[in-house]
């Protein structure tokens, strides 16, 4: 029997299949392999005990993607989220979350929540010049909770970005009811508390799944080697060929494509000091693995 593993505590494993939810172990031989299945797999299990709904995973079909923290596998979609304020827009963090995502060939979109808080159109338009889907909301009043909901169709989903921004109130709005904790903002710091702690996914329809994740905190953003960075923003790689020097990192060089469409305002000046801070970044991260 097939199924998707839906959640996951310790080494307990709730698989969704057509028929049931089954209380899952995985088998010693996945553990030979050194597979360890996560929230997302696509397994095939062995039923043990009809009654109980219990049973064993015997397989896990190959992955399209995987990420390690958190982690899960088989996603098709990142919404990025973003709080109008409190905390505010990280726009340096969103950048690397959407280089990594397009690393990764997995679908980005954007969400701007707390609408009610602060102005976001500049922000808005920023994103959509590139391409990006970029949906408004008010998670506490359902406003854009329509759009949230039709960008997820078909995906398996998942919503990342910084404690607090609002990742689990619009999982709720979804749902139109309370399925995971929210956090209270402490008023103090205005940051969030890392309420959500471990990995689920959420059913909407058949192939429509979201997941609530304790955030995408830790980034493995050195996954990407600083000579490709530039081709992950998205557009930023339409300019390269108009660089003089082959490997041009698009930094100091003369005669860069990619900094005379930022002279003449073709390319954003936010994304481009993201994109030279990241490769910064990067460089360092390589230089203290040697
Ligand atoms: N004013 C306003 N507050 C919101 C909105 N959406 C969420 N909040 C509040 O922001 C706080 C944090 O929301 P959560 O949904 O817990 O944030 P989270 O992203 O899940 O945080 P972590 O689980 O810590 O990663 C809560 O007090 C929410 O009620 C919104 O659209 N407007
Ligand atoms: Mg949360
Ligand atoms: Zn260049």
């Known amino acids: 029997m097939q199924g998707i593993i839906i959640n996951n505590i310790s080494n307990q494993y709730i698989v969704e299949t057509k028929k049931a939810l089954i209380k ?19 397994v095939e299990i062995e ?17 399209t993607n995987y990420s390690k923290r958190p982690k899960i596998a088989n996603l098709t979609q990142l919404l990025f989220v973003l709080s109008a304020k409190d905390p505010k827009p990280d726009l340096l963090m969103l950048d690397k979350q959407l280089a990594l995502a397009d690393f990764y060939k997995i679908k980005a979109t954007i969400i701007l929540n707390k609408i009610d808080l602060a102005e976001v159109e500049q922000i808005k ?18 406003e854009g909770i329509n759009q949230v909901k039709q960008a997820l169709q ?13 990742k689990s109130t619009l999982l709720n709005a979804i749902f ?13 710091n205005k940051k969030g508390k890392n309420t959500t702690t471990n990995v689920a996914l ?24 600083k000579e490709e960075l530039y081709k992950h923003f998205i557009e930023f790689k339409q300019y390269e060929k108009d660089c003089k020097f082959v490997g041009c990192t698009h930094i100091k060089e003369e005669d860069c494509g990619i900094k005379n469409a930022l002279e003449t305002g073709k390319i954003n000046e936010c994304r481009y000091n993201n994109y030279v801070q990241i490769y910064k970044q990067i460089k360092e991260m390589e230089e203290r693995k040697w």
């Not at 338009?125 to 359902?142: C, D, H, Q, R, S």
């Not at 139109?176 to 103090?188: A, F, L």
């Open 24 to 42: 899952c172990n995985a088998r010693g031989k996945l553990k030979q392999e050194e597979i360890i299945p996560v929230v997302g797999d696509k």
């Open 47 to 63: 039923i043990i005990d009809e009654q109980k709904n219990e049973g064993a995973i015997n397989k896990i079909y190959p992955r």
């Open 125 to 142: 338009e920023i994103y959509e010049k590139i391409g990006y889907t970029v949906i408004l909301t008010n998670a506490k009043n359902l």
């Open 154 to 166: 078909g995906n398996i989903s998942a919503f990342a970005g910084n404690s607090g921004v609002g």
């Open 176 to 188: 139109e009811k309370e399925i995971t904790k929210q956090g209270e903002i402490s008023s103090k």
């Open 202 to 225: 959420y059913k909407i329809n058949e192939n429509t799944y979201v997941a609530d994740t304790p955030g995408f905190s830790t980034f493995e953003i050195s996954e990407i080697p």
